[in-house]
Every structure is written in C-alpha cells, then in structure tokens.
C-alpha cells in the first residue's frame, strides 16, 4: 500500500523558515521524480518545485526560487521541502506527490504565514 504522509506545517510569521517532510512508503522513492505542490484558498493546485530520482536536478516555481529548497533522502524515503523567508501569500495546504505518473498524493499539511 503507498503512502505519501506530510508534517512540518504550522504557523510561522513572515521572514520565518519552515521544513516540511514527506515520508514514503510502497514505491521505490530513488525511481521517481518528487513534487511539492500547494494550493491555497479558492485557488488551484500548483507545482512549487520537484527534484529528479537521484536528487541532482530540482526545478522550482519563479515565486519560491531562491527561498525554497527541495531535497530528498532516498535511505530514509523521505523529501523535504525546505521553505525560508516565508511571506502571507505562501499560506496554503502543501501537498506531496509523485510516483508512476504522478499518480500518488499524500493528505497535505497546511503552512500559515501571518503575523
């Protein structure tokens, strides 16, 4: 059975860092590319950044690039998604993904920036 099971959402004030997980199980995490995406209220899903199978390729949405840090540890089937200098309109529910496809999702975790 797979499982994509996020934590690490909470409430921060803006400037403030978050590192969010996603702990893997049922699929072999090393032949997948990962994705972190976010979805906020009364707006669609959309990607915030994804690293390749072996971690040596990450791509990233123009608004996080250079705040927002994708990373996996392929020994542990975890991916983190390390969220620095946090603004209000980061707030969304972040959501895991990935597998055959893009086929898995995992239930998300919400991140709160306000003061």
């Known amino acids: 059975q797979v499982q994509l099971v996020e934590s690490g959402g909470g409430l921060v004030q803006p400037g403030g860092s978050l590192r969010l997980s996603c702990a893997v199980s049922?699929?072999?995490?090393?032949?997948?590319?990962m994705n972190w995406y976010r979805q906020a209220p009364g707006k669609g899903r959309e990607l915030v950044a994804t690293?390749?199978?072996?971690?040596?390729?990450?791509g990233y949405r123009d608004s996080v690039k250079g705040r927002f840090t994708i990373s996996r540890d392929n020994a542990k089937n975890t991916v983190y998604l390390q969220m620095n200098s946090l603004k209000p309109e980061d707030t969304a529910v972040y959501y895991c993904?990935?597998?055959?496809?893009?086929?898995?999702w995992g239930q998300g975790t919400q991140v709160t920036v306000s003061s």
């Open positions: 690293i390749s199978g072996g971690g040596d390729s990450a």
């Open positions: 993904n990935g597998g055959s496809q893009g086929r898995y």
């Open positions: 049922g699929f072999t995490l090393s032949s997948s590319f």
